[in-house]
């Protein structure tokens, strides 16, 4: 079976830093794109960033971006998202989710559930002022 287990998420205060981790299993790792994506309260599912499989070529949302680092370890088939100078707006479930084509399309961009492949579950990051 298909698995992304998310998780590394909490309560921070703004400026304050987390790092999410996503695990996965079940697929090939190494041949698919994965992203981070997030969905605040009462707003849709937003693609925040993305890493390539082919280079590791990375997007990232103009919301995020100077402020949160993607990357990955093929190695352990997992995915990261550094995020540092945290702010109130960045409250949200964070998911991660993997496609073999879709990674800048899926950026900066409300996506759906059918527009990657798989889905993990997600995790809470609270930024408090």
């Known amino acids: 079976d298909v698995q992304l287990r998310a998780s590394g998420g909490g309560l921070v205060q703004a400026g304050g830093s987390l790092r999410l981790s996503c695990a996965a299993s079940g697929f090939s790792f190494d041949d698919y794109a994965i992203g981070w994506f997030r969905q605040a309260p009462g707003k849709g599912r937003e693609g925040i960033s993305c890493?390539?499989?082919?280079?590791?070529?990375?997007y990232y949302a103009d919301s995020v971006k100077g402020r949160f680092t993607i990357s990955r370890d093929n190695a352990k088939n997992t995915l990261y998202l550094q995020m540092n100078s945290l702010k109130p707006d960045d409250t949200a479930v964070y998911y991660c989710?993997?496609?073999?084509?879709?990674?800048?399309?899926?950026?900066?961009?409300?996506?759906?559930?059918?527009?990657?492949?798989?889905w993990g579950e997600g995790t809470l990051v609270t930024v408090s002022s």
């Open positions: 989710a993997a496609d073999q084509w879709r990674c800048a399309q899926a950026v900066g961009v409300e996506v759906r559930p059918g527009d990657m492949d798989y």
């Open positions: 890493i390539r499989s082919s280079d590791g070529g990375t």
